[in-house]
């Protein structure tokens, strides 16, 4: 299963790379990312059915059952919180200025860096599990105060301008004022001498992998409640990210739709608290977990179309 895994990612990087959005400085229209959003989504759902065939032929139906209900509960979960990292690429994209079709390379650094990095903290965490049982409850209180702090600040703008990650690249670093095309580096001659320069798009790549590595700490410790078995935790997270960079361009002209959507993560990450918890107690079903996190996602995105549409409607009849 780890062979086969590894070969589906590697094929699906390579089609990443060199299919999704075409050549470099490519603008990818909606319809292009929707119809790879629709083909990774099918690609996941695939990979559920194999393994599902897998394990009902080698271990059986009720091993089958429950892992494959286990990585659609977790794709769904880490789907669904990787959409905060998308709008906060959007922020990102938007404070530097960085025109759509000079964005495809720094999302695929963000993506790629993702992956590596949720491969090594998976692991970490697993073993860490394993060791210590009783880190399933630091995590759940961690979920459980992270979702309350969301909802609290959904509609707060973070201050990127006083970030201090930005601050201190830009008191050690010569930057140049604009940006040169997709380049990170750039040379300028400075009193006789080459200077290498960085550019803005590399201050926007050093943000996207640092946001990468916060979005981790929330999203990992919320598929362990599901399931800590490693080949279920990765592949659904690495699922997951895969198809990110297709989502991001299909919601950068429709983010400003979703505006009850951070309530609903908010509300996922508290109830995936709630549930880790509770393990001693009452262990929710899988299923269940599944049932209860694409009911919060579906009615979030229905509330805030519904109120984004009352909004144009009001704003028409003024």
Excluded: C
């Excluded at 209900?69 to 769904?76: A, N, P, Q």
């Excluded at 201050?159 to 670093?173: C, F, I, S, T, V």
């Excluded at 592949?235 to 959507?261: C, Q």
Aim: glycine share 6%; hydrophobic share 60%; aromatic share 12%.
């Amino acid at each position: 299963m780890w062979v086969a895994f590894t070969l589906v990612v590697l094929v699906m990087l390579a089609v990443d790379l060199f299919m999704v959005g075409g050549g470099r400085e490519h603008r990818v229209s909606v319809k292009e990312a929707a119809t790879w959003s629709v083909i990774w989504v099918v690609l996941s759902l695939a990979f559920a059915g194999a393994l599902w065939w897998y394990l009902d032929g080698t271990v059986g139906r009720e091993v089958a059952n429950a892992k494959s209900v286990e990585f659609i509960t977790g794709y769904l979960i880490e789907k669904s919180l990787a959409i905060d990292n998308v709008f906060v690429w959007l922020m990102l994209f938007s404070f530097f200025a960085v025109p759509l079709e000079l964005q495809k390379r720094v999302l695929l650094f963000g993506v790629l860096g993702a992956i590596v990095l949720r491969t090594i903290m998976i692991f970490a965490g697993v073993w860490l599990i394993a060791k210590f049982h009783w880190l399933l409850y630091v995590f759940g209180a961690f979920l459980l105060i992270t979702g309350i702090k969301m909802w609290l600040f959904a509609d707060h703008a973070p201050d990127l301008a006083n970030n201090p990650l930005l601050k201190w690249m830009r008191g050690h670093m010569k930057i140049t004022d604009t940006l040169e095309g997709e380049r990170f580096f750039v040379m300028r001659e400075e009193a006789g001498k080459m200077v290498r320069y960085a550019t803005p798009m590399f201050l926007v790549l050093v943000l996207v992998e640092a946001s990468d590595v916060i979005f981790a700490v929330d999203s990992i410790p919320a598929i362990f409640a599901i399931t800590t078995d490693p080949f279920i935790v990765l592949t659904s997270n690495v699922f997951a990210i895969l198809g990110l960079r297709a989502m991001y361009f299909l919601l950068a002209d429709m983010a400003s739709r979703f505006t009850l959507l951070k309530y609903g993560l908010a509300l996922v990450l508290m109830f995936i608290g709630v549930k880790m918890l509770l393990l001693e107690l009452y262990k929710i079903p899988v299923a269940v977990s599944l049932g209860v996190v694409a009911v919060i996602i579906g009615t979030s995105v229905v509330l805030s179309l519904r109120r984004t549409a009352n909004l144009a409607t009001t704003r028409s009849a003024a």
